[in-house]
């Protein structure tokens, strides 16, 4: 397996082309997916000492579950489902907070505001809005990016012998 400053330097190579030739609809939200696919969001996640998870300092024992629920090349090794496996825990790990923080308000607090936070409801129009489709797809590329390396590098890499005993 390739080393993470690998898949950074062969991400951000591949980035210009990408763009050039996809030209994004809105080439700031791509970007910006690109970077965080690249930097933040890998299938390296299911790694909990990977240079991925290292870049979310004092965060990182948030990847911790993730790893014990998935092994290493599996569905975070998958295009789209790692990114949707990934997106779907950090998700629930954010309503889990903010129940807590509605509970807390509701409790202790301002009871205003605990009643602005069950105002938050999903809208439909998020997910089919460009700029979160670009979001998404620039995660979802920097994600492929990164497993053809794996494989490529699988493939060139010697296979080592077992010594005999």
């Known amino acids: 397996m390739a080393l993470g400053r690998t898949h950074d330097l062969i991400n951000l190579a591949a980035f210009g082309p990408i763009v050039y030739y996809l030209q994004p ?15 933040l969001l890998s299938p ?12 979310w300092k004092i965060l990182k024992f948030l990847w911790y579950p993730y790893t014990k629920l998935f092994s290493h090349r599996g569905i975070s090794h998958i295009p789209f489902y790692g990114t949707l496996t990934k997106l779907v825990y950090l998700g629930v790990i954010f309503l889990v907070l903010l129940f807590i923080l509605k509970f807390i308000l509701m409790k202790f607090g301002d009871t205003a505001f605990s009643s602005y936070l069950s105002l938050i409801d999903f809208d439909w129009y998020i997910i089919t809005n460009p700029i979160v489709i670009s979001f998404f797809v620039g995660l979802l590329i920097a994600e492929v990016i990164h497993i053809f390396t794996d494989i490529i590098y699988s493939a060139l890499k010697p296979k080592k012998r077992k010594k005999r005993k």
Not at 44 to 55: G, L, P, T
């Open 25 to 39: 609809t809105d080439f700031v939200s791509f970007t910006v997916g690109y970077m965080v696919g690249t930097f």
């Open 44 to 55: 390296d996640n299911d790694i909990y000492h990977s240079s991925v998870n290292k870049r």
